[in-house]
């Protein structure tokens, strides 16, 4: 597989994805990657995938089809991905997890150009939607990285309380919010255009936020 050029719903700031490591336990219930053929929750790492060469002056998703940092996955694993990014140092690397605690015991491994993000959907505790860390723990790991620039990703956006939403994102101090919604049909809880905009009224007081395409769907026109 090696590199992927950034297509469909990526991030419009991310030009490759890779994919070294597969498998995810989370479940959730809206995970693109389950619709994808040969989808599996195994973890297991593609050796032939450390062979190839991650160029330059590129953006990459670091296993966009999984969660490097989930508890199932092999230290051993996540120590060969960063290593073999670190051979590639004129790239930024985004690494994304919903288990960011973990981020934490890999700070002195990560390249320079890292950024590193986590998924808040709503501060709210939907059940059977995954088995994800809560998202308070979430936050508060994420609160704790010093080093590297932050990103906080609504995707896909459910149905949230404002003050208690935006006071959550605001405890990551991230450099920007990404929010985008449901793109395969879920039928999950969503909030109204209308709550969308106060949401990004309010975390524009502190941070950057990136509209992702698939929003407009259920926010509408361009509102900014």
Known sequence: MSLNKSRGNMYSWVSHTWSPVRGCEFDCQYCYVKSMRGYSTEPRIVEKELTFSLGENKTIFVCSMAD?????ISGDWINKVLSHCNKYPKNTYLFQSKNPRRFLNYMDKFPKNTILGTTIETNRDFT?????PRKISRSVAMREIQSFKKEITIEPIMEFDLDEMVNLIEKAKPNFVAIGADSK???LPEPTSDEISQLIIELKKFTDVKI???LYRIWGEVKE
Do not use: E
């Open 185 to 187: 049909g879920h039928n």
């Open 128 to 132: 059977l939607i995954s088995k994800a």
């Open 212 to 214: 992702k395409k698939n």
């Open 68 to 72: 490097l940092f989930g508890g199932w």
